[in-house]
């Protein structure tokens, strides 16, 4: 092993570590990354920014453009309202519904089929008996499927399509994904529609009333009101006789130490967490007290929740510091974290993707400040963007469509055709649109994207091969691809499916030109195990959105995506076995 392929599997390994922990932004990992690999020299100065121009992400950039002004046609909506106007199952509802969000994953980056998905999925909840926990992991991992089934549905499928047309001069075909994708997700989105709502039943206590709020466990700070119970307590009783988690105790500006003896006094700030309603609970009995909103009798004062999103301009900041949030009166009461790591005061708390946030102010104000830093409103619908009532867009898109699927142009000069007609026919403001896009994973792909060929040029991919190859009989192409699936499909629950794809297609290459097969069905192998994310809540920003807002805990995903992963694996190795061998 040179120094430069063991420096690249080090910075390699340190940078999935840095992803899967989650405690730096992703796009400042990736940067770092990339600059820590012309540092070792694994490729030239003119290499360092070359993924900017890279078609996959150009392509990318491109969807998500589209997505926004289709996410503005609401037609995803009135598909909802057919739905509640029916007396169907609830089973049905939710394989409708899985089965819709997978059917717009297809023509879409599955993260925007998710997000015009969710509001529809809290819409259902709402109004119905159905609880959220039983809606959003389904089209949560319906969106991860439908991305299977086209070259658009998620930037793996992209990226290996496009690694295949630099080594061959020919990518995959827009639908070649297919012949492997569709059959995996109908028959997941079956097993999804079938199992969820036994291993979520309604339990009363965990699931809302139809048009009520979810009860998750929530992070504040109250002060005790002189004549509260809790005065003359201590501290480590708090979890016994009330049922609050201590984690800070305030008298007047200091800390006050969490020792055995510590008594809580009237006039204390008391950093607690612990379910939503049991706040309420709590302040409704003078036990707590929350400090109170300049204009909480306001005509227009409303309480809301509101997720972080992946292109939220929150994400890495502090409480204290959202002044987009201040500058217009309106108060963060509590905060439902991802995160276990509590430091300091409620202030310090630093936000993350799917964080939570309980907010109360002017409803005007609430709307302004989350349509700025771009957070989704769960509570209720506060979208000042009018809706499109044409549908020239959605013609357009399949028009873009149909062309990239023939083989007429190429996707990204397709999908550039669609976006310059939808700007000419006002139906998007190009300069509001890429401020609102998804930047930081636009900025990790393309920084992922050196690093991944320096893993070809380095000769770390034909090493790595070479290991793989005394594991299995690679002879027999069936071993090597049913590998290949499998390390995509065990690495892609801890890293994003892209970063998998990047670092597994060199590999792909490899072993495939070491057994002297063709490396087709590899690749195809590399790009279905990528979006196989269905056992953990941080492979992917969908599943992380669906834990906060679902109040999910881990095991859950464990529980819902355990069967659906073995299925998934076994029947996408069966089919490349099939059509690509």
Not at 423 to 436: G, M, S
Not at 516 to 532: D, E, K, W
């Amino acid at each position: 092993m040179t120094f430069e392929q063991a420096s690249l599997l080090i910075l390699l390994g340190l940078m999935l570590a840095l992803f899967c922990l989650g405690r730096f932004r992703i796009e400042v990992v990736s940067i770092a990354g990339l600059l820590a690999g012309y540092a070792l020299g694994l490729y030239p100065a003119e290499g360092v920014f070359s993924g900017l121009a890279s078609p996959v992400v150009i392509t990318v950039i491109e969807i998500l453009l589209i997505v926004q002004v289709l996410a503005r046609a609401q037609l995803f909506g009135a598909l909802a309202d057919r739905l509640l106007a029916t007396d169907l199952p609830t089973s049905v509802i939710i394989g409708a519904l899985a089965g819709l969000t997978a059917f717009i994953s297809i023509f879409m980056n599955n993260i925007g089929a998710y997000a015009i998905a969710l509001p529809v999925a809290l819409r259902i909840a709402d109004v119905t008996a159905i609880p959220r926990r039983q809606l959003l992991i389904p089209i949560s991992f319906s969106a991860l499927l439908g991305g299977l089934v086209s070259l658009i549905g998620t930037p793996a499928n992209l990226l290996v399509s496009d690694a295949l047309l630099r080594v061959t001069g020919h990518g995959f075909h827009f639908f070649d994904f297919a012949y492997v994708g569709l059959p995996v997700a109908i028959v997941g989105v079956i097993l999804i529609a079938a199992t969820v709502p036994r291993l979520f039943p309604k339990s009363g206590e965990e699931d809302a009333a139809p048009g009520q709020a979810i009860d998750r466990q929530m992070i504040t700070e109250r002060r005790i009101p002189h004549g509260s119970p809790l005065v003359g307590q201590r501290l480590v009783d708090c979890r016994r006789a009330f049922g609050l988690q201590p984690h800070a105790l305030i008298r007047g500006s200091r800390f006050v130490p969490a020792v055995e003896g510590t008594a809580i006094e009237a006039g204390d700030i008391l950093l607690a967490e612990g379910p939503d309603v049991l706040f309420d609970r709590l302040l409704a009995k003078g036990v707590l007290m929350l400090e109170s909103h300049p204009d909480p009798y306001g005509s227009d004062f409303i309480r809301s929740e509101a997720v972080v999103m992946p292109q939220s301009t929150l994400i890495g900041s502090r409480i204290q510091s959202l002044e987009v949030f201040r500058s217009r009166g309106v108060a963060i009461t509590g905060l439902s974290m991802r995160s276990p790591r509590i430091e300091g005061r409620f202030d310090d708390l630093t936000l993350s993707i799917g964080d939570i946030l309980k907010l109360e102010g002017p409803r005007h104000a609430i709307a302004e400040a989350l349509e700025e830093c771009e957070c989704l409103p769960l509570a209720a619908s506060y979208d000042h963007t009018p809706p499109l009532r044409s549908f020239w867009p959605l013609f357009i898109f399949a028009c873009g469509v149909l062309v990239a699927a023939t083989g007429l142009l190429r996707p990204e000069i397709a999908f550039a055709g669609v976006i310059l007609a939808m700007a000419l026919l006002n139906f998007i403001n190009l300069r509001a649109a890429i401020a609102d896009l998804n930047w930081p994973i636009i900025i990790m792909l393309a920084a992922m994207i050196p690093l991944g060929a320096a893993v070809a040029t380095s000769g770390t991919a034909e090493m790595l091969a070479g290991g793989l190859g005394t594991i299995v009989p690679i002879e027999r192409p069936v071993f090597g691809v049913a590998l290949i699936l499998f390390l995509a499909m065990v690495i892609t629950p801890f890293v994003n499916n892209a970063t998998v794809a990047i670092v597994l297609t060199p590999v792909a290459f490899e072993l495939a030109a070491k057994a002297g097969h063709s490396a087709n069905a590899y690749l195809i192998a590399v790009a279905a195990g990528a979006s196989l994310d269905f056992i953990t809540p941080f492979g992917h920003h969908n599943n992380t959105l669906t834990m906060s807002i679902g109040s999910y805990r881990f095991t859950d995903f464990l529980r819902a995506g355990w069967l659906l992963t073995i299925f998934s694996y076994g029947l996408a190795l069966a089919l490349i076995g099939w059509f690509w061998i």
